[in-house]
T-cell receptor
Framework: RKEVEQDPGPFNVPEGATVAFNCTYSNSASQSFFWYRQDCRKEPKLLMSVYSSGNEDGRFTAQLNRASQYISLLIRDSKLSDSATYLCVVGRRYSSASKIIFGSGTRLSIRP | EAGVTQFPSHSVIEKGQTVTLRCDPISGHDNLYWYRRVMGKEIKFLLHFVKESKQDESGMPNNRFLAERTGGTYSTLKVQPAELEDSGVYFC??????????FGPGTRLTVT
């Protein structure tokens, strides 16, 4: 079983729709949580950190449920430019080091 | 502010040859990470430097891979001798705190 699991998609939704992704993680010692987006043949770019209290950045809302060990990302009023792969990333610290584990990504395609 | 840079962007070598990848982190970022994405798989952690010290190299596949970060600035990742299964995209990331990480554009390595 992978440590970070995501639905690979693809999600194909019309412009203006609301779309939600979920991600589950198996290691309860995980301490930090992120969503990255990756465009085709590009590097991952940090979209947002995810906190227990939830956080919002414009059209994007991220939630963390520690009890159930899942993270969600909600995109409202989706734009064509939102088409990308969304990577769920989970981190944990041990000793003086930190390690992050990537999910395999969820592909999103927004159609006009 | 300049982002993480990587060189070369693309390298094609024959099995058995040596390749050295370079990463220049964002200035002032003590944390530097190497990752690899093999086609069709998720991004996998290779190792983590804090300044010039290796904090975690548990993700290095085998002893054909050698990473250095002399002086705590740029880092190199050498593969010697390269094998076919080493093909993939090698990403470098840096972080000021060990939390959010900022990725370089990657080096696409093809071993033929």
């Amino acid at each position: 079983r992978k440590e970070v699991e995501q639905d690979p998609g693809p999600f194909n939704v019309p412009e203006g729709a609301t779309v939600a992704f979920n991600c589950t993680y198996s290691n309860s010692a995980s301490q930090s949580f992120f969503w990255y987006r990756q465009d085709c043949r590009k590097e991952p770019k940090l979209l947002m950190s995810v906190y227990s209290s939830g956080n919002e950045d414009g059209r994007f809302t991220a939630q963390l449920n520690r009890a159930s060990q899942y993270i969600s990302l909600l995109i409202r009023d989706s734009k064509l430019s939102d088409s990308a792969t969304y990577l769920c990333v989970v981190g944990r610290r041990y000793s003086s080091a930190s390690k992050i584990i990537f999910g395999s990504g969820t592909r999103l395609s927004i159609r006009p | 502010e300049a982002g993480v840079t990587q060189f070369p962007s693309h390298s094609v070598i024959e099995k058995g040859q040596t390749v050295t990848l370079r990463c220049d982190p964002i200035s002032g970022h003590d944390n530097l990470y190497w990752y690899r994405r093999v086609m069709g798989k998720e991004i996998k952690f290779l190792l983590h430097f804090v300044k010039e010290s290796k904090q975690d190299e548990s993700g290095m596949p085998n002893n054909r891979f050698l990473a250095e970060r002399t002086g705590g600035t740029y880092s190199t990742l050498k593969v010697q001798p390269a094998e076919l299964e080493d093909s993939g995209v090698y990403f470098c990331a840096s972080s000021p705190s060990g939390r959010e990480q900022y990725f370089g554009p990657g080096t696409r390595l093809t071993v033929t």
